[in-house]
Each structure stands twice: as structure tokens, then as C-alpha cells.
């Protein structure tokens, strides 16, 4: 995660989504926070969602207004990360907002204390700008040792994935899930601007139930995959 993408049109998605799963669960969120340089031209274009209410809006209109009410004509990210924990559309969240270090060392240290931040949360989001951990490890990946940290018996996890354009992606997330032992997985493909997935894991048949309802009321702009 970085600041100059907060309340991007994966923010929108990535909002809805949390909000879907969060009823009455406690939610932590762990930002992943790095410092990176992008494409300009392709941050920008992911706020112009803001200014196109009759495509977006009915999607998620709280999420919207309040997303439009920070951002809008303000420019990427200008308001960061902490705008968007402050802006009361995950009530009651803890937020862990420490920038991932380099090296290894300091990476052990940090885990420790991501660990111990999301406290007794049954419902931890991890957004890294990658995804989880593959053959490297970067400040940009969730840690595998650190996500089987994360596993609680009755905590679901939910983590962000880049889409690499591998047509076998999807189910080589899952095997590595299968892996470490989890045993229901399932797969929210956002289609907005740019393609990304969310894997939400360990959760229960309500919890389905609801990426299911969610699934339907986003239509064209979501894809779900059920392992």
C-alpha cells in the first residue's frame, strides 16, 4: 500500500468488500505501507471513478460519497493512508500503518509486531502490493511465515494479490493456501481499471454467504473463483 493511491478505485472495492465481511466481526487492517514510484498518468486515471457517480455510485453510495467527499479533484493520494482510516467506513477497525522494512532482521521484528497489533481481530485484511510471499520475499509481499503467524482458529484472513496475467494464478494461490492448511478458499476478482485479486480464507459458511451477495450485486466488475 502506498499513500499516493489511497481512495483509488481499488480503495472503492477494496472498502465494499471489508464492509461486506466485517458484520459483526472485529476487523484489523494491515496497510503493508511502502514508499514506491509509479506511472503518473495510470495513478491519476485510477481517480477518475470519482467523477463518474451514475457507473459507480449505486455500487457502494456511503463508500462513494465519503471516498468523493476526501479525494475528489484533490489529485492521487494526497490525502494518504490515514484519511482513510479516519474517514468512519471501517468503524471500530485497528490499523497497523508501519512501513515494511528491508532488512531481514528488521523484517523478523516488524512481523512481531504486526502480529501482535491485529490483537484478538477474528477478521485480519493484509494489503501488501504484490501479495503473498512466492520464490522472493520484498517489502511488498506478505511473508508466508507471517500469514501462518496470522492463522487463529475461527480468524479469517483476507489478502490483496496482483494479478500477474498467468492463466494458472488462481489455482497455484490456492495450493500454496492448501499447503499451510487452510481449507476453504475463495477468490474476489476485481475488474476495475487495473485486474486484482482478493483471497479471503479460513471463514465460515456465513462468511461465503456473503462474497456470494457481494458477487452479485457488483455483476460485470467482479469474478469469483471457490476452492
Known amino acids: 500500500m502506498q499513500d499516493r493511491y489511497a481512495g483509488n478505485i481499488g480503495d472503492f472495492g477494496k472498502l465494499a468488500l471489508l464492509r461486506c465481511l466485517m458484520e459483526g466481526r472485529r476487523l484489523a487492517v494491515c496497510w503493508y505501507m511502502t514508499n514506491g ?6 495513478s491519476n486515471k485510477s481517480f477518475d471513478y470519482l467523477e463518474r457517480p451514475e457507473e459507480f455510485r449505486h455500487l457502494a453510495p456511503e463508500i462513494f460519497d465519503t471516498l468523493h467527499g476526501i479525494f475528489g479533484k484533490s489529485g492521487a493520494g494526497v490525502r494518504g493512508v490515514p484519511a482513510l482510516e479516519g474517514s468512519g467506513l471501517l468503524p471500530n477497525a485497528v490499523f497497523h500503518r508501519t512501513e515494511v522494512p528491508r532488512g531481514l532482521a528488521m523484517r523478523r521484528q516488524w512481523s512481531e509486531q ?47 494479490q496482483r494479478q500477474t496475467g498467468r492463466r494458472s494464478q488462481v489455482s497455484a494461490l490456492a495450493r500454496q493456501l492448501w499447503s499451510i492448511g487452510c481449507k476453504r478458499i475463495e477468490v474476489v476478482r476485481f475488474r476495475l481499471i487495473a485486474s486484482r485479486f482478493y483471497v479471503v480464507t479460513d471463514h465460515d459458511e456465513a462468511t461465503a454467504g456473503r462474497i456470494a451477495e457481494f458477487s452479485r450485486k457488483w455483476g460485470k466488475w467482479v469474478e469469483m473463483y471457490r476452492f
Open 114 to 160: 504486526l502480529v501482535g497489533a491485529v490483537g484478538t481481530a477474528d477478521l485480519v485484511f493484509l494489503d501488501p502490493d504484490n501479495g503473498i510471499q512466492g520464490t522472493r520475499l520484498t517489502p511488498k509481499h506478505v511473508a508466508l511465515a507471517e500469514f501462518v503467524a496470522l492463522r487463529w482458529p475461527d480468524r479469517t484472513l483476507v489478502f490483496a
Open 37 to 42: 514510484e509509479e506511472d503518473d498518468e495510470r
